[in-house]
C-alpha cells in the first residue's frame, strides 16, 4: 500500500508557508516523520471510490452510528443508541463534527500561513471532540452550546486573519459527502439556518443534512470501506483528543500536538480524503501523534501526583459518609480531596478512578477509603446501591436512574439532562454541592471485612522491578508475559478474559490496565518464585503507553525488538479511546495482536484483510479460550 502523500494536501494555500512561533504541524509532509510500521506498497486498499448518486433513503432509520463495541447487531444504531444516546444528540454531534472539520482547516492554515497563535479555538477542538466520544455527554442543550460556539470561532480565526493582512483561504473540495451543506470549509451556522431560532430541534433538522447517516446513503455499499477508513480516522482522533484534553486540564499542553488534530480535520474535509490510501495513510500518523499524547498525559500526572508507586486499595467499605468519584480525570479527584479534607466524608473511587490510589500526593489523603464498585456498565447498580453523593467526571456516564439521580452530579464535558453539573477550571471547582448532598445522606452503616487489591506499577515502577523479571525470564521461572486490558463493557462473551487469565500457567506475567481489568482484578495469581507479583495494574486505558516503555525496555535489556519479546497482547475495545490505542500499536509496528471480543462495526472485510495480512491483527476467539491460552503461549 502506497501510504505516502506527496505535494502539499488540497487544503494548503497556495503560496509559502511560514513557520508560526515555537509550534511545528507534525502532520504536515516533511514534518513528523511516520513511524516504525509502514505499510508495504504491494499491499494496496483493495476499493475502487465508485461513483456517487443522490441518496434514496433506504428505511426509516433516525440515525447512525457504530463507534463503539455495542452498537446493534455489530451493525449500526438506527433508532436509539445502545448506550442510551437518542437521535437528536446522535445528529447533533454528527453536526458539530462536520464544523469542527471546517474549523479545523481554517485553524491549520492559520498555523501553516502565519505566525498566529489559537490557544482558544485548540482547547475548544478538544473539548468539542471529546463531547462526541462514547458515553460523554448525552444532554442536546450541551450541544446546541458547542455547535454555536464552534461557528464563533470559525469567525474568530477568520478575523484574526483578515487583520494580519492574509489574503486567500483554505481551498474547499467538492466532495460528493458534503453534497447538501456543502464543504465544511464554507459553513456558516447563521447563514445555513436563515433567520429559524437555533435550538436542538432545529439544528437536529439542519444535521441530518451533513450526518453519517446521510454520508452513508450517499457512499452506498461500493465505498463502504472508505467511509469505514473516514470514521477510522475520526474515532481515533476522538480518543486522542479525548487524551489530550486530560493532559490539559492538568496544565500540559503541546501545541504542535493541538496543530496535529486540526491538520486531520482539515484532511477529512479535503480532496485527499477521497483515497483509501491517503486515508489510512494519515491514521498510521495519528498513532504516532497519540503516541506523543500519551506521554504527555503520563508526564501531566506524574508531575502533578508523582510516579505510582505500588498500592493495596480496599475494595469493601468503612462506615461513615460517603462520596464517589467515577469518569477519568485525576484533578477532580484531587480537588475533591482538598475539598473534603477534615468534613469526615471518606471518598471512594468507582470504574477508571482505581489507579488514582496509587499516585502519592493522592494517596495521602487519608479519607480516600477505597474503591467502590466494578467497570462504568455497572454503575446503574452499583450508584443506586452506593449510599453517598456520586461524581461523574469526563467520560463513561449512563443515563441516570431515578434510584440516584437526585445525587450524581457532572462536571467537566459530561452531561446528562438529569444531572447537576458543575461548571469551572481543575483548581476552582466548586464541590460544595455534592459534598452538602453527602452530608443529607446516610453513608456506609456497616463495614465489612477488608478486601485488597494492589495498583501503582506505572512504568516506573515496573521498570524498577525489570533486573527481577529478566532474571526470571533468564532462569526459566518466567515464560510469558501477557498484556491483557483495554475496555470492558457487559457483553457474556467478555468472560472470555476472565478465563484467559484463570488458565495461565503459574511462570507467566500479567500486565493490565483499562477498565478490563475488573473482569479478574482480584484473583489471586500469587507470585513467582523470586517474589514477583504475577497480576501488575499499571493503571488507566492511556496507561498503554507505560506498557510500551515496559515493553521497549524489556526488548533493549534482551537485545531483541518487541515483537520477538515472550509477548502476547490481548485487548478488549469498547470506544474510540481503544481506537487511538489500536492505531499507536499499528503505527509501532506491534504485531500479533488479539482485538475483541468482536471487529468493529465499521471495519468492512477489505478493511479487516488488511490489517490481518499487514499487521497480524487477530479477532479474540472469545469462545474457546484455553486454546487462545495455548495459541498465545507459542507466540501465535
Known sequence: MALHMSGRSSFALQGKSKSHGARTVPLRPGGLQYGACRVPARQRVSVRVAEMTR???QDDAAMFCYQCE??????????????????QVAILQDLLIYQLKGLGAWASFAHQTTNLDTPEVD??????????????????????????EADDYVELVRGKL????????????????FDLQGNPMDFSLRRAMRGQPINADSLEQLGQQVSLLHRREVMGEANSTLLGLHELLTYGLKGVAAYAHHAEMLGKVDASLDDAFEEVL???????????????????????????????????????FGHPTPTQVRITPVKGKAILISGHDMHDLADLLRQ???????????????????????????????????????????????????LMTTNCIMDPSPAYSDRIFTTGEVGVSASKHLPGTPGAKDFSAVIKRAQELPGFTH??????????FGHEATLGAAAAVLDAIKAGELSHIFLIGGCDAPEPSRRYYTDVVKGLPQDTLVLTLGCGKYRFYDQQLGTLPNGLPRLLDMGQCNDAYS????????????????????????????????????????????KNIRLGPQLPAFCTPDMIDLLVKTFDLKAADTKHPEDEVKRMMANA
Not at 125 to 148: G, H, S
Not at 373 to 379: E, I, M, P, T
Not at 447 to 456: D, I, Q, S
Open 55 to 57: 441518496p434514496t433513503q
Open 162 to 177: 483578515a487583520r494580519a493582512g492574509v489574503q486567500g483561504r483554505p481551498t474547499a473540495a467538492q466532495l460528493p459527502w
Open 340 to 390: 473534603t479534607e477534615g468534613s469526615g466524608i471518606n471518598v471512594y473511587t468507582h470504574g477508571e478512578m482505581l489507579p488514582g490510589h496509587g499516585y502519592p500526593e493522592l494517596h495521602k489523603y487519608k479519607h480516600l477509603a477505597g474503591n467502590y464498585g466494578g467497570a462504568w456498565y455497572r454503575q446503574k447498580k452499583d450508584f443506586a446501591e452506593f449510599p453517598g453523593a456520586i
Open 123 to 148: 482547547s475548544f477542538v478538544k473539548a468539542a471532540i471529546f463531547a462526541t466520544l462514547t458515553n460523554v455527554n448525552f444532554d442536546p442543550e450541551r450541544f446546541v452550546e458547542y455547535i454555536t
Open 70 to 87: 455495542q452498537t446493534k447487531g455489530n451493525t449500526g444504531c438506527t433508532k436509539i443508541g445502545v448506550c442510551g444516546k437518542t437521535s
Open 447 to 456: 463495614e465489612p471485612e477488608p478486601k485488597m487489591v494492589t495498583v501503582g
Open 266 to 304: 482539515a484532511f477529512l474535509a479535503s480532496e485527499a480524503s477521497a483515497s483509501p490510501d491517503a486515508v489510512l495513510d494519515m491514521c498510521m500518523r495519528l498513532g504516532e501523534v497519540n503516541f506523543k499524547v500519551m506521554a504527555l498525559l503520563d508526564n501531566a500526572h506524574t508531575s502533578r
Open 547 to 590: 506498557a510500551l516503555v515496559v515493553a521497549t525496555e524489556l526488548a533493549k535489556a534482551l537485545n531483541t525488538d518487541v515483537n520477538s519479546l515472550p509477548l502476547s497482547l490481548d485487548i478488549s475495545w469498547f470506544e474510540q479511546k481503544a481506537v487511538a490505542v489500536l492505531l499507536t500499536l499499528l503505527n509501532l509496528g506491534v
